[in-house]
């Protein structure tokens, strides 16, 4: 369901006070003798120089109401903040996906990246909250740890970054995967006429190992064709 206008506000006004405290600490910063200071590139733009943001760039953005388009430069950072208010309102996103979302939707490189970083510093994006989140769903979904954590790189998140991500690692050839395996092979068991083989493909295409995928197929084929009996 789309977020409340409510919820948006309450959203919105701890965004401001976390920013408002920032700027406090930044002016106390500014009292400092000059002999203290020494130039530094800004955050935002290191940031974004290390991260090479990237995305389709969108000459225009057509209106869905028929209005003339506009330039993705006229889109300003405040417009991309506030798309990522209400997209985040709804789940939680890694980054780099809002990132190439807001290209896509006709913002540039450059205010997409600011954007996102200001959503991180105010704590409304987290990729490590994303990736927490993300593990646990794709475990009970039965996905493999191959998969997750190749699903986690391509959002550029290390997989061994992710506490959960590790728990399960630590049994990765041990019952605990096994034993999601054997569960996925049960709840959705593959329709073929060589049920080992099948079922091998199909844990492979979840995710899984290859030495899971083989011992799984094997206990479950064998169990299958004992119940046949």
Same mark, same amino acid.
């Given at each position: 369901?789309?977020?409340?206008?409510?919820?948006?506000?309450?959203?919105?006004?701890?965004?401001?006070?976390?920013?408002?405290?920032?700027?406090?600490?930044?002016?106390?910063?500014?009292?400092?003798?000059?002999?203290?200071?020494?130039?530094?590139?800004?955050?935002?733009?290191?940031?974004?120089?290390?991260?090479?943001?990237?995305?389709?760039?969108?000459?225009?953005?057509?209106?869905?109401?028929?209005?003339?388009?506009?330039?993705?430069?006229?889109?300003?950072?405040?417009?991309?903040? @506030?798309?990522?208010?209400? =997209? $985040?309102?709804? !789940?939680?996103?890694?980054? /780099?996906? *809002? +990132?190439?979302?807001?290209?896509?939707?006709?913002?540039?490189?450059?205010?997409?990246?600011?954007?996102?970083?200001?959503?991180?510093?105010?704590?409304?994006?987290?990729?490590? @909250?994303?990736?927490?989140? =993300? $593990?646990?769903? !794709?475990?009970?979904?039965? /996905?493999? *740890? +191959?998969?997750?954590?190749?699903?986690?790189?391509?959002?550029?998140?290390?997989?061994?970054?992710?506490?959960?991500?590790?728990?399960?690692?630590?049994?990765?050839?041990?019952?605990?995967?096994?034993?999601?395996?054997?569960?996925?092979?049960?709840?959705?068991?593959?329709?073929?006429?060589?049920?080992?083989?099948?079922?091998?493909?199909?844990?492979?295409?979840?995710?899984?190992?290859?030495?899971?995928?083989?011992?799984?197929?094997?206990?479950?084929?064998?169990?299958?064709?004992?119940?046949?009996?």
């Amino acid at each position: 369901m789309p977020a409340s206008a409510a919820t948006i506000n309450e959203l919105r006004n701890k965004i401001q006070q976390i920013e408002q405290g920032s700027s406090r600490q930044a002016d106390v910063a500014s009292h400092k003798p000059e002999a203290e200071f020494a130039y530094t590139q800004p955050a935002s733009s290191s940031r974004c120089a290390a991260a090479k943001c990237k995305g389709k760039s969108v000459s225009k953005r057509a209106n869905t109401k028929g209005a003339a388009r506009q330039q993705p430069s006229t889109f300003s950072e405040e417009q991309a903040f @506030r798309k990522i208010e209400r =997209l $985040v309102c709804l !789940r939680e996103h890694a980054s /780099k996906a *809002l +990132q190439e979302r807001l290209v896509k939707d006709g913002f540039s490189e450059d205010v997409a990246c600011a954007a996102v970083e200001r959503a991180q510093r105010c704590g409304l994006v987290s990729n490590e @909250r994303f990736a927490d989140v =993300l $593990v646990r769903s !794709r475990l009970s979904q039965g /996905k493999g *740890l +191959q998969g997750i954590a190749a699903e986690l790189t391509a959002l550029d998140i290390n997989p061994l970054s992710v506490p959960e991500y590790l728990d399960a690692k630590n049994h990765e050839e041990g019952p605990d995967e096994l034993a999601r395996a054997l569960a996925l092979l049960d709840a959705k068991p593959p329709r073929s006429k060589h049920p080992r083989e099948s079922a091998y493909r199909k844990l492979m295409q979840k995710g899984y190992g290859a030495s899971v995928s083989a011992s799984a197929a094997r206990i479950w084929s064998e169990k299958h064709a004992a119940a046949m009996i």
